[in-house]
């Protein structure tokens, strides 16, 4: 019989960062193991099922037809979600406890392949960290191998959260994390991580072929990416100041377009999350349009990106990629393009200190327009000379990697 191998985690949501790290594991399991089974326990099912054409599950009822965005689950008043938790959610999620046994029923592996799961960041006890929690205890009574690969972890808040993670990653035959924060995360709450070994992204074990070649020779100027993100804060929270960030963030990123396109450079906008990220186009657009701004010759790019393979084709048609989207700037990385991160989270200064460009991590919150647009001018002249530095370091993430693989697939 065919093998039957399940991974877990925030997919289907149309973050286009959870979904390549997805499509790098499955891409790779079915090197290994090209008869197995697949399929995905998830927050989007049906979205999952369309876009990377596997059988999946939602990983808790209430998700059972999709994933629930934020204005969906306020149009309930406190009372009406009180009521329904009792009367209605807790006898479904014993009832979901059930169809789990169902369906790890002879299942060989669960896989909760990166992403920042193992944080209660923009949610709460028991949303992220108690999905964890339980398909781990339910991984185990099925007596199926639980991985936890090269996942990211934090920030974590409650104590239930911290419980909730440490139960689960206590139960798994093996773990490794994306980078040092977040093996060090998990220590400080109190976690043995004993010898778990840390190792890259697993994005960066996309295949080769996804990412397309663009020559750039006829032109004047470089193409400059600029990406976007909905963002209210470190903390995920529009009730504490969080629109009054969204704003200044926008306002920054606005001044600094504008310094772009008066200085003859080509902007593309570029998205990470197709939910999210709409809007904040629209937003940008509309603050340049109110500001008298006058492009011509197509100097702002502004396509639609609804895939992986749509923003790595985007990102291929830029020279310098500047974004606060993490897997916007690990793509360009793999496309070999210098990149900026506009930093929310630990896990930037990471991958940019990996790479050997830590000075080009800028802290969202104390965004310097004037230090960012020097920066972009230093880029255009040291591009040549870093461009086979990042090459190398790709590889050589890409053979730890193949490292990890073989070692947990063999």
């Not at 990166?114 to 398909?135: E, M, N, Q, R, V």
């Not at 470190?234 to 008066?262: C, P």
């Not at 990385?333 to 990149?339: A, E, R």
């Not at 080009?360 to 104390?366: A, M, Q």
Request: glycine share 6%.
């Amino acid at each position: 019989m065919p093998k039957k191998i399940s991974f877990l985690g925030l997919f289907g949501q149309q973050n286009l960062g959870n979904e390549c790290t997805l499509q790098a594991i499955i891409h790779n399991v079915r090197r290994y193991f090209p008869d197995a089974e697949i399929t995905c326990i998830c927050t989007g099912p049906d979205d999952t099922r369309i876009r990377h054409n596997i059988t999946a599950f939602p990983i808790l009822n209430r998700y059972a037809r999709g994933y629930n965005s934020k204005e969906t689950r306020e149009k309930y008043g406190l009372l009406r979600r009180l009521l329904r938790k009792v009367f209605i959610r807790i006898p479904m999620e014993l009832l979901h406890w059930v169809k789990a046994f169902e369906t790890l029923k002879g299942t060989y592996m669960l896989v909760v392949p990166g992403t920042g799961f193992l944080s209660d960041y923009s949610t709460h006890a028991f949303g992220w960290p108690y999905f964890i929690f339980k398909w781990s205890i339910i991984a185990r009574l099925c007596r199926c191998k639980l991985l936890f690969v090269s996942v990211g972890a934090g920030p974590l808040w409650r104590p239930l959260s911290k419980w909730f993670i440490k139960v689960a990653l206590s139960l798994a035959d093996y773990r490794s994390y994306r980078d040092s924060f977040s093996k060090q995360c998990l220590e400080s709450i109190g976690f043995a991580t004993n010898n778990d070994p840390v190792y890259p992204d697993l994005a960066f074990s996309l295949p080769r072929a996804m990412f397309p070649e663009c020559d750039h020779h006829d032109r004047q100027r470089p193409v400059i990416g600029v990406g976007l993100k909905d963002y209210y804060g470190k903390l995920g929270d529009s009730q504490r100041g969080g629109k009054a960030i969204y704003r200044d963030f926008i306002n920054k990123l606005g001044t600094f377009v504008s310094w772009l396109v008066e200085h003859k450079y080509t902007v593309r906008l570029l998205i990470g999350d197709t939910l999210y990220d709409g809007p904040v186009k629209q937003d940008l657009t509309e603050l340049l349009e109110k500001r008298g701004l006058k492009y011509e010759d197509g100097q702002i790019i502004n396509e639609p990106i609804s895939s992986v393979e749509q923003l790595s084709s985007q990102l291929a048609a830029t020279d310098i990629v500047v974004s606060p989207r993490f897997h916007n700037v690990l793509l360009g990385l793999m496309l070999d393009k210098p990149v900026v991160s506009l930093s929310y989270h630990e896990k930037f200064a990471s991958l940019m200190a990996g790479v050997g460009l830590p000075e080009y991590c800028h802290d969202i919150d104390h965004l310097d327009v004037d230090r960012l647009t020097a920066q972009i001018v230093e880029l255009e002249k040291r591009a040549a000379k870093l461009t086979p530095h990042i090459k190398q370091k790709v590889q050589e993430y890409r053979n730890a990697l193949e490292e990890q693989y073989a070692h947990i697939f063999n």
